[in-house]
């Protein structure tokens, strides 16, 4: 069993940067990547956002240069996915086993049920993989799916939560993106580099993406919106062959080949849910959450300088979080990086005051 005196859940930019400072701090954290180490960013292409990168960087490039550093510095990077955490007595334990004949991806659609019973049997079943004097929880958030018939069904056969890793499978195809972000703004880029068509199906009639990604989309001749519409079903045999959907309340059936979701993120909280107090949606609450609970939760904790203690602590002492999983609001891979820096920091103060 592996003991440290800090487990990091995450390899996200939050995750990897938490490592970077408690590696070079002499924490020798333990990293459990998860089985799609990286995070969000290996599903990007072109990063122009992130400082220091002048030209641009793509974004598994990036980071894979955040692990290397991390690793530099004696960081242990495991890809590893943690099913269950006990952290209700120090040391904490994390577990990274399944029962038998049991496949890691039931965490994409177990309910939160599911993973309660799960969580038990784990803890009953099998032994942990680690010991840990304190948690940094940096698990970051995953895709939003509309629920309608066949969008699951025909996952990976047609439809896709990300242009930018299956854009080049749909060379000279008829495509539709559904949403109105960033994200569906940034599919819509990456496929009209491939498919035949791009038909933007969203629900309202303006966009919620930055100014800037609109109207890269709306100038490309490639491009089509639906407006005031929304998608009704997936349709096909062995893969996608067509959609259905109601626009401006007419329901119309569509030939399609790639039917692309990109209706934003959930936080991947869901091992957490008994141990970590959530807000009612789904983030974890730390005292610098920018939530009603997050500002309850700094208010309590509240020094005699009138300076918050441990900002990046969860409800749990010694258990901090970091990323996606808590930012309700910004989501960007500069301020999870910030925030896994915050959360190492406070993770080192806080054991040398143990
Ligand atoms: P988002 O900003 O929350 O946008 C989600 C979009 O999907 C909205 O247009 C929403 O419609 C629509 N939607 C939500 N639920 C739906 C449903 N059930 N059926 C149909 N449509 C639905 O999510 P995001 O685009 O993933 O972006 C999240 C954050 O990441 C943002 O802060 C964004 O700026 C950032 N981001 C940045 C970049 C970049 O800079 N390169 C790329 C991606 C994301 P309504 O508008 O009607 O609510």
């Known amino acids: 069993m592996t003991k440290t005196k800090l487990a990091i859940i995450g390899s996200g930019p939050a995750g990897y940067t938490a490592a970077v400072y408690a590696a070079r701090a002499r924490l020798e954290p333990h990293i459990f990547a998860g089985f799609k180490s990286g995070g969000q960013l290996m599903w990007t292409t072109e990063v122009e956002n992130y400082p220091g990168f002048t030209d641009g960087i793509m974004g598994p490039d990036l980071m894979m240069q955040f692990r290397g550093q991390a690793e530099r510095f004696g960081a242990h990077v495991e890809d ?63 895709s939003i799916m509309v629920g309608v018939p066949g969008e699951k069904e025909f996952l990976a056969r047609g439809v896709s939560t990300c242009a930018v890793c299956d854009a080049a499978f749909f060379r000279d195809k008829v495509t539709y993106v559904v949403g109105g972000g960033d994200s569906a703004m940034e599919d819509t880029m990456a496929l009209t580099k491939f498919a035949k068509s791009v038909t933007v199906i969203h629900r309202r009639d303006a966009f919620r993406a930055s100014q800037i990604m609109q109207e890269r989309v709306l100038n490309n001749e490639k491009v089509k919106v639906l407006w005031n519409t929304t998608l009704d079903a997936v349709t096909g045999d062995d893969k996608v062959t067509g959609i259905t959907i109601t626009e401006n309340g007419e329901k119309k059936e569509l030939p399609a080949d790639g039917v692309f979701i990109a209706i934003g993120h959930k936080p991947m909280n869901q091992i957490f849910q008994d141990q970590l107090q959530l807000d009612n949606h789904g983030y974890i609450v730390t005292r610098q959450s920018g939530t009603k609970a997050g500002v309850e939760a700094a208010s309590a904790a509240v020094d005699d300088a009138g300076i918050v203690t441990f900002p990046s602590m969860t409800s749990v002492e010694g258990v901090f979080a970091a990323g996606d999983n808590v930012d309700v609001r910004y989501k960007q891979a500069v301020t999870a990086a910030g925030q896994g820096c915050s959360a190492a920091l406070d993770a080192e103060r806080w054991l040398e005051r143990q």
């Open 80 to 142: 590893i996915f943690v099913t269950a955490v006990d952290f209700s007595q120090r040391p904490f334990k994390l577990w990274t086993a399944l029962p038998d004949n049991m496949a890691p991806d039931f965490f994409e659609t177990a309910s939160p049920e599911d993973i309660k019973a799960l969580t038990i049997r784990i803890k009953k079943e099998l032994e942990p993989a680690c010991e840990a004097e304190s948690v940094v929880v940096a698990t970051g958030a995953s």
